[in-house]
C-alpha cells in the first residue's frame, strides 16, 4: 500500500465533475475545503477505536459514477474505503492512511420488488430498517436483523456476511442473495443482479464478493429474497441456574418448537446486568434474576397463534415442573412491548458495552459446550496478568447466537492500552485454535484481524485468497490492508 497515491486538488477536483451533487464531495483539500470535522464520522469507527486519516469522502448517487470514481482511482493509484452505515466492528470500514473514502449513503433507492417471489432489489446504500418498512406492507420480512438494523446498509450486510438473530431461521446470506452488481477495481460495471432462485451457469462469482469487505469491488446493488412475515411471533425469556444447561435446553426447546424455532440467544449474568444498567430494555423482576448464571431468549415465529402459543406454553410448564429444572424461571412475553424488549435488551448489549467503556470484540465460532470456558479463561488470563481492576479491564462477557455455536466474547475496558491488547492476543486466538473454531464468525477480518486469519485458514487457502485479490484488484486499491495484510 505503501505505492498508493494521495488525493491532491486536482483529484478532488475531478471528482467534484464526476460527482452531479457539489455537496457529494467532502474535501479538506483547497479546492473544496470542508471544515476537518464534518469528515470526523466518517473517520472514526463506531466503537471509537480505529481512526482514518481521509481528506476526501464522495458520496456517489449512480452506479455510473461510482464506476468513474473507481476508474479514475485506479489510474491514479489511489485507495478506496467502500463505507456503508460504518458500523462494522474490526475496523473495516475506516481507512488506515489516507484513502479517499466512497460512502454509499446516497444510494437509497429501491429498484423493484416482487411481492409474489418476494424479490427485493435495491440500492446497496439503503439501510436495512428502511427495507425492513419497505417490505412490511407487503407481508414481508428481510432475512437478517442485527441491532445495527437502524444504520447498517445492505451492502454493508452483504459485505460483511453480517448473521445476526435470524440466521438460525433463514440461513446466511450466501444463501438469500440472489444477485449483485459490483464496481470492480478498473471501474467495470459487473451485472450480476438477477432476480432467479436458481442459477447454475458456472461459477458463481457474486458469492466471491459476499463476505469479502470491499476488498474486491464495491456493492452497488443487491437482489435479495426476502421471506413471508410470519403470522405470529413470539419470545420467551429463561433464566437458567447454571451454563451447563445451555446444552440439553438447546436440545430440548428444539426437539419441542421444531418448525416454529426462530431463534435461540445467549447471554450471560455479567451481560445481562450491563444491558440493564444502561437502560436496554427490561426483562425480569429482582427475584426472577436471583440466582441465574446465564438467560436464553428463545423466539418462535410461526403460521398460527394459538398453535404456537400452546407450544410455547407447553414448553414452560413441561421445564419448570421437570424433576431437574434447567432453569430457574421464564417469562413469556404478553404483548407486542413486551416482545420488543426482551428484544432489546439482547440486541442492546452492544451499545451497553460502548456506555460502559471500549470493548475489545472477540467474534468467534467455538463448539457450544465450551462457551464458558473461554470466557472463563480469559477472564483468567487478565485476572493473572493483574488487570482486572476498575482501572483496567472492568468485565469479560459473553454473549452471542447459541444455535450457529457464535460467541461474543467482549473485554470491556477503561481505555485501549497495550498491555491489555498484548495480554488478550494471541491468547484468545490460540485458545479458539484449540477448539478448531474461527477467529471470525460474523463480523469479519477488517483490520483487526488480519495478522490473526492464520488461526483459522491453512496457508494454502490463505494463498488462493492472494491470488483473488490480486486477479480483481492488481494494483491493490481495494480497501487496502483490510483482510489480507
Ligand atoms: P460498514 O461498517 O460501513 O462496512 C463494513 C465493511 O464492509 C467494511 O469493510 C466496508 O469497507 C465494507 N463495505 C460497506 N459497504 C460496502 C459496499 N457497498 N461495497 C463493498 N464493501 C462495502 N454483525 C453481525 O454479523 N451480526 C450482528 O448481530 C451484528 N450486530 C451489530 C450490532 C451493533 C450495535 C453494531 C454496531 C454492529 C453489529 N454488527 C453485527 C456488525 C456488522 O458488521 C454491521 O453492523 C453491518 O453488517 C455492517 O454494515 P455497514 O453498512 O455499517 O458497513
Ligand atoms: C450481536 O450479536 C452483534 O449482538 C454484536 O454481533 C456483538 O458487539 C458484539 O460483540
Ligand atoms: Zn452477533
Redesign the pocket.
Known amino acids: 500500500s505503501s505505492r498508493l497515491s494521495s488525493i491532491t486538488d486536482a483529484d478532488a477536483l475531478h471528482f467534484a465533475k464526476i460527482l452531479s451533487s457539489p455537496t457529494s464531495v467532502l474535501s479538506t483539500l483547497p479546492s473544496i475545503s470542508t471544515p476537518p470535522e464534518e469528515l470526523d464520522i466518517y473517520n472514526n469507527?463506531?466503537m471509537g477505536k480505529y481512526r482514518g486519516k481521509a481528506t476526501t469522502v464522495l458520496k456517489p448517487k449512480t452506479t455510473q459514477e461510482v464506476s468513474e470514481i473507481v476508474k479514475w482511482c485506479n489510474d491514479r493509484r489511489i485507495g478506496i474505503?467502500?463505507?456503508?452505515?460504518?458500523?462494522?466492528?474490526?475496523g473495516?470500514?475506516v481507512p488506515l492512511r489516507d484513502e479517499v473514502i466512497l460512502s454509499?449513503s446516497n444510494m437509497t433507492q429501491v429498484r423493484s420488488f416482487d411481492p409474489v417471489s418476494g424479490i427485493l432489489v435495491a440500492d446497496?446504500?439503503c439501510i436495512l430498517q428502511s427495507l425492513t418498512d419497505y417490505v412490511a406492507p407487503h407481508n414481508h420480512i428481510m432475512p437478517l436483523d442485527?441491532?445495527?438494523k437502524g444504520?447498517?446498509?445492505i451492502?454493508?450486510?452483504?459485505?460483511?456476511?453480517?448473521?445476526?438473530?435470524r440466521l438460525l431461521r433463514y440461513g446466511s446470506l450466501h444463501g438469500s442473495v440472489l444477485g449483485l452488481e459490483?464496481v470492480l477495481p478498473d471501474g467495470t460495471i459487473l451485472d450480476q443482479l438477477n432476480t432467479l432462485r436458481k442459477d447454475n451457469t458456472g461459477y458463481d462469482l457474486k458469492q466471491l464478493?459476499i463476505g469479502?469487505?470491499?476488498?474486491l469491488?464495491?456493492?452497488?446493488g443487491v437482489s435479495i429474497l426476502t421471506p413471508p412475515a410470519p403470522q405470529a411471533s413470539n419470545n420467551v425469556i429463561l433464566a437458567l441456574p447454571r451454563f451447563e444447561n445451555v446444552l440439553p435446553l438447546y436440545k430440548t426447546v428444539k426437539r419441542q418448537l421444531s418448525e416454529i424455532l426462530s431463534a435461540f440467544e445467549f447471554i450471560d449474568r455479567t451481560a445481562y446486568d450491563l444491558a440493564v444498567k444502561h437502560g436496554q430494555g427490561r426483562a425480569l423482576s429482582e427475584e426472577e434474576v436471583e440466582g441465574a448464571e446465564c438467560f436464553v431468549l428463545v423466539e418462535t415465529s410461526g403460521g398460527r397463534r394459538e398453535h404456537d402459543e400452546e407450544k410455547l406454553n407447553d414448553l414452560l410448564e413441561s421445564l419448570l415442573e421437570a424433576d431437574e429444572p434447567l432453569i430457574n424461571t421464564g417469562v413469556l412475553a404478553q404483548n407486542p412491548a413486551q416482545f420488543s424488549s426482551l428484544w432489546a435488551l439482547r440486541?442492546g448489549v452492544?451499545?451497553a458495552v460502548s456506555k460502559e467503556g471500549k470493548a475489545y470484540k472477540y467474534d468467534i465460532s467455538v463448539p457450544l459446550s465450551t462457551f464458558k470456558e473461554c470466557v472463563d479463561r480469559t477472564r483468567e488470563q487478565l485476572r493473572s496478568k493483574g488487570l482486572l481492576n476498575e482501572d483496567q479491564v472492568k468485565a469479560v462477557i459473553g454473549y452471542g447466537?447459541v444455535g450457529d455455536g457464535n460467541l461474543h466474547l467482549n473485554v470491556i475496558a477503561k481505555a485501549y492500552t497495550p498491555e491489555i491488547q498484548n495480554a488478550l492476543e494471541p491468547f484468545v486466538y490460540e485458545l479458539v485454535a484449540s477448539h478448531r473454531g474461527s477467529v471470525s464468525a460474523?463480523?469479519?477480518i477488517?483490520a483487526m484481524k488480519t495478522h490473526a486469519l492464520h488461526y483459522s485458514k491453512d496457508e494454502t487457502s490463505i494463498a488462493w485468497m492472494r491470488k483473488i485479490k490480486a486477479i480483481f484488484d492488481p494494483n491493490g486499491i481495494m480497501?487496502p490492508g483490510?483482510v489480507l495484510e
Open positions: 469507527d463506531w474505503v467502500p463505507q456503508g452505515g460504518n458500523t462494522g466492528l474490526v473495516g470500514s454509499l446497496a446504500g442485527l441491532g445495527a444504520s447498517c446498509q451492502g454493508g450486510n452483504v459485505s460483511t456476511n453480517a448473521g445476526g438473530l459490483v464478493f469479502a469487505e470491499g476488498t469491488g464495491i456493492i452497488t440486541e452492544t451499545e447466537h460474523e463480523h469479519g477488517g480497501n483490510k
